[in-house]
Every structure is written in structure tokens, then in C-alpha cells.
């Protein structure tokens, strides 16, 4: 069973908007949400991680909005940039594992 | 310079054959990590390891072993290898705290005929 969903699968956007990438997650005991962000021909790597004490985290252009009794969070990615074009896991920790979405590929266009 | 490393970065393989895939970190974290990328799956973790002679399955530990002979080395083990067992994996390693990062390594492209 996924007990992380993203959505949307892909995303295109142009350079200068806002990405809106969405997570949701099924057990009310994951307490710690990275995202990974992947280049093609790479590994996954950390971006930006939220505790679930918080309801927002921002780096830079990154920021995540956590809405726990919805067991919801989302990343914005503010000024899209082509260099931004990859693959996004949202990720949580349940225990001692940590369990991946499926990934939203984003794409900027210039 | 890489913190983990992975060989070979791409392997062909026939079925039934034995695969061996290796994995390198200089963190000197104790945990150390297999996953498979799949498309519309994300990351699915094979086994992992909390430390030198340890090893424990994960979600999707049928046909294959691991090894953690040291604390720098973690391989992933396919006995006999099948077409679905056709994927990227990826090594990664980390220690327990609280925010438990996952280091990556490049992943290998393991392509069973």
C-alpha cells in the first residue's frame, strides 16, 4: 500500500511562477517529512525537511506548508528556474524507515 | 569527493545469473541503505543495515541478499537475477537523529535479460 501519495505526477510551469507540489500521507504517527529533489542520472537529495511540530519551513525559494489534521503538506517553489527542472520526493518517517511518494517530475520552461 | 559511491554504475545481466552490486560511504554513518527507483513507485527499500555484520529486509526483500561486511560497505546481492528485477538502485546512508538525512549515491542501472 502507499502510504505517501503526490500529486501531481508531472508539472510544467514557466520560469518566474510558482510550483505547487502536493503530499499527503496516511499514518498519524509520521513525525518527519523531507523532500528529495533528483536530477536525471543522479541520486535523490535532501532540499528541505519539516517536523511535524511546525506547519511551515522556508528555504530560500523552498518553502513547505504542513497541515497535519489533514495529514497534508505541500512544497511551493517560488521564481521557478530552468535549473529547478527535476524529479520531487516527498518523503516521511515512520519509525526507524523513511517512505517515499512516488515523485512529481517538474518542469520549467525558460 | 562522492560520500557514496556505487559500482558498476550500469550493469547488463542474463537471467539467472548472480549480480553483485556494490556500495562505498566515507560519512562513517551506521546506517546504510538499498532502494529501487521504479517508475510510478518512487523509492522502495530493498534491505538495510544498522552497522558492520548487520542486515535486515525491508519492504521488497524477495530475491535479493545483502552484506554489510564493513562499516563502508553495504552490497546488494541477486542470486538469480530476473527481467523484473530490471531497475535503478540506489544506495544511501545515514544516521539515526532527528532529521535522519539520507545521503544518496548515483544509483546503477541494472538492465536483466
Known amino acids: 500500500q502507499q502510504q505517501v501519495r503526490q500529486s501531481p505526477q508531472s508539472l510544467t510551469v514557466w520560469e518566474g511562477e510558482t510550483a505547487i507540489l502536493n503530499c499527503s500521507y496516511e499514518?498519524?504517527?509520521?513525525?518527519?517529512f523531507p523532500w528529495y529533489q533528483q536530477f536525471p542520472g543522479e541520486g535523490p537529495a535532501l532540499l528541505i525537511s519539516i517536523s511535524s511540530v511546525s506547519d511551515k519551513k522556508e528555504d530560500g525559494r523552498f518553502t513547505i506548508f504542513f497541515n497535519k489534521r489533514e495529514k497534508k503538506l505541500s512544497l511551493h517553489i517560488t521564481d521557478s528556474q530552468p535549473g529547478d527542472s527535476a524529479t520531487y520526493f516527498c518523503a516521511a518517517r515512520g519509525g526507524w524507515q523513511l517512505i517515499f511518494g512516488s515523485g512529481t517530475q517538474l518542469t520549467v520552461m525558460p | 569527493e562522492a560520500a557514496v559511491t556505487q559500482s558498476p554504475r550500469n550493469k547488463v545481466a542474463v537471467t539467472g545469473g548472480k549480480v553483485t552490486l556494490s556500495c562505498n560511504q566515507t560519512n562513517n554513518h551506521n546506517n546504510m541503505y538499498w532502494y529501487r527507483q521504479d517508475t510510478g513507485h518512487g523509492l522502495r527499500l530493498i534491505h538495510y543495515s544498522y552497522g558492520a555484520g548487520s542486515t535486515e529486509k525491508g519492504d521488497i526483500p524477495d530475491g535479493y541478499k545483502a552484506s554489510r561486511p564493513s562499516q563502508e560497505n553495504f552490497s546488494l546481492i541477486l542470486e538469480l537475477a530476473t527481467p523484473s528485477q530490471t531497475s535503478v538502485y540506489f544506495c544511501?546512508?545515514?544516521?539515526?537523529?532527528?532529521?535522519?538525512?539520507?545521503?544518496f549515491g548515483p544509483g546503477t542501472r541494472l538492465l536483466v535479460l
Open positions: 544511501a546512508s545515514g544516521d539515526w537523529g532527528a532529521q535522519d538525512t539520507q545521503y
Open positions: 499514518d498519524s504517527t509520521f513525525n518527519y
